[in-house]
């Protein structure tokens, strides 16, 4: 099982180049179920969790014409789809997979799909899912840990959410597009990337108004059509390393970087003392050295992401005087609590929320990632932590980050991936 080994008190300097969107590929790649043509996408980021939901494409008979390793190019066809189950062996390991529901149900007009699995950070019921397809018609029922859908005819209806939930919108904006008149989503998410996931539907024929706003209208089509995308940048991605360069007091260009996108996150980061500076070619980040404490809420979007939660605790933990940080979209995610304290950092959980005290400097140990972001926040910690700092059970950090060691290095990290044998 690989492994990773850094030393801290390198300078982060230089300029790193985004990846595509992990959040918005996966949505994007399932859509290619909702048509028989052939999709096309480039900058496809190589990413453990893009690999696992190809094997599930495939097994259900997409056929992929390019290997996404070779240079971020993916060509997909769904016109011989010979199998409408999405097993729990593939479904387990990613909630993502969850996704292909609503494309199988709108084309097929029947789907059998695990309930999902991922990161062990809360317990994501599917609950807003289901009630969505029925609301438009859909007979929905659950057995042996099996979501069962079936639908002679998907019709438009008016669907409120009672969260908003990205994968809930995602999954009835993909169902609504072959339904039968229009369907209305409430107090939709309004993601970046429910975005670019509308931006590809309609460029597939599909007729989708208001997505990034908190209603969504679809008006459904009889069938849709290819279509070629390029992924947008990834900006979780962007944070982690913007956090980088605040950490170690470096001087970073995060390439394409779209502050738009990061506009909650890049407010805390200013008000710790770090330089931002957004330009065409993307966002610069320099730090001063020590940074100041601020509390964090997360919210849904355009608030303060949950995915850069775990990263901005890392930057507190050394930054002068205490913060709070209050996770409100998922309640277990502050796993990586236990191993950052293990690292000397002064965190104290109470429900949902951490007071995080600052401490001059941190000290390597041996870590172990819990989950993606956890990970991604443990390699932040090694890169100021005095010594060195081994974080175990990496997978993870593939399901989210293409080759973040290399990238590392070459701002000046001193870190290597390591294999073990356990």
């Not at 390019?66 to 097993?87: F, V």
Request: aromatic content about 4%; glycine content about 12%.
């Amino acid at each position: 099982m690989d492994g990773i080994i850094l030393k801290g008190g390198a300078v982060l300097e230089g300029t790193v180049t985004l990846g595509g969107s992990k959040n918005a590929a996966l949505p994007v790649i399932i859509s290619s179920l909702l048509s028989a043509d052939k999709c096309s996408y480039r900058r496809v980021p190589g990413l453990r969790d893009v690999s696992t939901t190809l094997r599930l494409l495939s097994r259900l008979g997409v056929t992929i014409e390019k290997d996404l390793l070779a240079d971020g190019h993916l060509e997909l066809t769904a016109d011989k789809i010979h199998e409408l189950e999405a097993p729990y062996d593939l479904v387990k390991t990613m909630r993502a997979s969850f996704l292909v529901l609503g494309p199988l149900l709108a084309r097929f007009g029947e789907a059998r799909v695990s309930t999902p699995g991922g990161c062990a950070i809360g317990s994501r019921p599917v609950d807003l899912h289901l009630r969505g397809l029925e609301r438009m018609g859909a007979c929905i029922r659950q057995d042996h840990g099996y979501i069962e859908a079936r639908a002679k005819e998907l019709k438009g209806a008016v669907i409120d959410l009672a969260f908003p939930s990205v994968g809930a919108t995602e999954n009835l904006m993909m169902a609504a597009t072959l339904a039968r008149g229009e369907t209305e989503i409430r107090n939709a998410a309004q993601e970046p990337e429910i975005v670019e996931l509308a931006a590809v539907l309609t460029g597939m024929g599909a007729r989708v108004g208001g997505a990034g706003t908190g209603v969504i209208r679809v008006e459904g089509v009889p069938e849709l059509h290819g279509m070629e995308h390029e992924m947008g940048p990834d900006r979780i991605e962007a944070g982690t390393f913007m956090v980088g360069a605040a950490l170690t007091g470096g001087d970073v260009l995060i390439e394409d970087a779209r502050a738009d996108d990061l506009k909650a996150f890049l407010a805390k980061l200013r008000e710790t003392g770090v330089r931002v500076t957004p330009g065409p070619g993307g966002v610069r980040v320099t730090g001063n050295g020590r940074v100041h404490g601020t509390d964090v809420a997360t919210q849904p979007f355009p608030g303060f992401p949950t995915d850069l939660q775990a990263q901005m605790m890392v930057l507190m933990a050394v930054a002068d005087g205490a913060s709070v940080i209050t996770e409100n979209i998922f309640e277990n995610r502050f796993m990586h609590v236990q191993e950052l304290n293990r690292m000397g950092a002064r965190i104290a959980l109470d429900g949902n929320r951490a007071t995080v005290r600052g401490v001059p400097e941190l000290s390597g140990a041996p870590v172990m990632a819990t989950d993606l972001r956890a990970s991604v926040s443990l390699v932040l910690a090694g890169l100021v932590a005095r010594g060195a700092t081994e974080v175990s059970r990496v997978y993870h950090l593939d399901r989210g980050y293409e080759n973040i060691e290399g990238k590392l290095a070459r701002l000046g990290a001193d870190i290597r991936r390591v294999q073990r044998d356990d």
